[in-house]
């Protein structure tokens, strides 16, 4: 068993920004932390030397849950979340939720720059390239912090190679969750290594199509409707989706990816995995 490493006491700690000592099992520290809504954020950690994983893929991670009141033992406390950044970066990024009475969000949304969290380095996931057929076109269907995973395979530069076009629909209540995704967007398309990898002029492959479903935006309605009325492949100028051309990932609510994957099955795609790749693959958003 490992001791435990004395608690600094700051009015004594020495002026040099020394690194935290790693007390947690599997500890990252906090390198940055972002606020979008009074539910949302997202953050970036140290990552381990040793993780490989492919984009889209999730670890585990978490906190130390509170000693146990009989024996004082405590747990860590772990839920799975989708690695927002891509596989070549040198850091890790996530994006939460914040669930007032949530174990584990109620907590993980105070974390700061300095802090630690637990990671287990085991990643797994079924929205990876490895799970698809090739196809011309790759959409994918985000709600909420389902856009996650996106976020990461969008920065990925094989999505690029392996597509000639990119659709990510992102449905949230209010204009305000889609801060995100948005900014993300409009930094992949001034992405100087991206573009100097991928050519340039390479986003515009891409196409971002937000829509909200509770505040007033541009676009309104649940992307299975849109999808319903035609009126999204109206929109965007492209045929409703077919088996020959289109791939598609969902990651969303539990409701949106049971109804999106019977919509797509009706479109005539089948669920691919890892070790049968098909046409489309369909993960749930982890919410606390
Ligand atoms: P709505 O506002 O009509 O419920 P949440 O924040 O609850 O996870 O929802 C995120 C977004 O997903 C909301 O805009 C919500 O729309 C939408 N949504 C929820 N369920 C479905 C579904 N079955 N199909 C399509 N969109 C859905």
Redesign the pocket.
Known sequence: MTEMAPVTDASTAAPAPAPKQMVLPDAQTVTDVQHYTDRLFSFRTTRPASLRFRSGEFVMIGLMGDPDPKTGKQKPLLRAYSIASPSWDDELEFYSIKVQDGPLTSRLQHIQPGDQIILRPKPVGTLVHDALLPGKRIWFFA??TGFAPFASLLRDPQTYEDYDEIIITH???EVG?LTYGADLIESIRGDEMLAELMGEGFHEKLRYYPT???EESPKMG????LMRSGEVFEDLGVAPLCPENDRAMIC??L??N???KDMLEEYGLEEGANSDPKQYVVEK?F?D
């Open positions: 709600t909420g449905t949230c209540r969750e909200t479903t509770r649940r992307i299975t409707d969303g609510n409701a949106f049971l109804e999106l958003a919410l």
